[in-house]
């Protein structure tokens, strides 16, 4: 008799679990049109130094050290069936153990005004062309924007509340885990997602960081201030 035959379940295998997540895939997409699964190429969940940095900022917090880990297999096996992220809520579908997917809610705390306008200034002093951040673009320079511990736009594991379907009582469960690191991949591709995450306006922001850049710029030329013109006519040199 085989170690299963006392009670214990056969682990699937990666290729096992990447079969079923892909038959329960094409399940959810006849009765839903808008899924958006993760998927992932390869063994690497990010490719972008932004994905890369918020799966590293994850499993450097020490709440989840023991728990983050178990979500890997699961998203590199696309078991992340649906993920979409609102501001500051994320609902994903997990393909876990039975049939039916698990759902999974993670609602993230809003950056408070202290924190907004230090990110502010942080833009201000860093962005060597604005025009990338307009195309949502994120030069290295920016890179403080997430890793600065105080100010930045990673969230803190009290600013992070989840919850899942499945049973498992534990502090964070693997469907969770893989959702965050399901994030990571999404934030991968589209990295102005960071914003929302935080609740705030992407290009609000910009338009910020430009209207302190160009009251800079004016200032030191002498110019009448920007608030003495049409913010909107200074704000299209940048095709906003």
């Known amino acids: 008799m085989t170690p299963y035959g006392y009670?214990?379940?056969?682990?699937e295998t990666v290729m096992e679990r990447k079969a079923k997540a892909k038959k329960s895939l094409e399940k959810l997409k006849k009765t839903h049109s808008d899924v958006e699964p993760v998927i992932i190429e390869g063994s690497k969940i990010a490719e972008n130094w932004w994905g890369k940095s918020w799966n590293l900022n994850l499993e450097s917090y020490a709440d989840y050290s023991n728990r983050i880990s178990r979500g890997k297999s699961y998203v590199r096996s696309n078991a992340v069936l649906d993920l979409k992220i609102a501001k500051g809520k994320v609902c994903a579908k997990v393909q876990g153990s039975r049939v039916k997917p698990y759902e999974v809610a993670i609602t993230i705390?809003?950056?408070n005004s202290d924190k907004w306008q230090k990110v502010t200034e942080l833009c201000n002093h860093?962005?060597?062309s604005l025009e990338q951040l307009v195309e949502g673009k994120f030069p290295k320079e920016l890179e403080v924007l997430f890793l600065e511990k105080k100010y930045g736009l990673f969230p803190e594991p009290k600013e992070i509340h989840f919850y899942c379907s499945c049973h498992d009582w534990a502090s964070m469960?693997?469907?969770?885990?893989?959702t965050l690191y399901g994030i990571g991949?999404?934030?991968?591709?589209?990295?102005?997602?960071?914003f929302e995450l935080r609740g705030l306006d992407g290009q609000e922001l910009v338009k910020k960081s430009m209207e302190i850049k160009l009251e800079n710029m004016m200032k030191n030329a002498g110019k009448k201030s920007i608030r003495e013109i049409?913010?909107?006519?200074?704000l299209e040199i940048f095709g906003l």
């Open 7 to 11: 009670g214990y379940k056969k682990q």
């Open 109 to 111: 705390d809003p950056l």
């Open 126 to 128: 860093r962005i060597d």
């Open 173 to 178: 469960c693997k469907h969770v885990s893989a």
């Open 185 to 194: 991949a999404r934030l991968d591709a589209d990295p102005m997602l960071f």
């Open 230 to 234: 049409e913010v909107n006519e200074a």
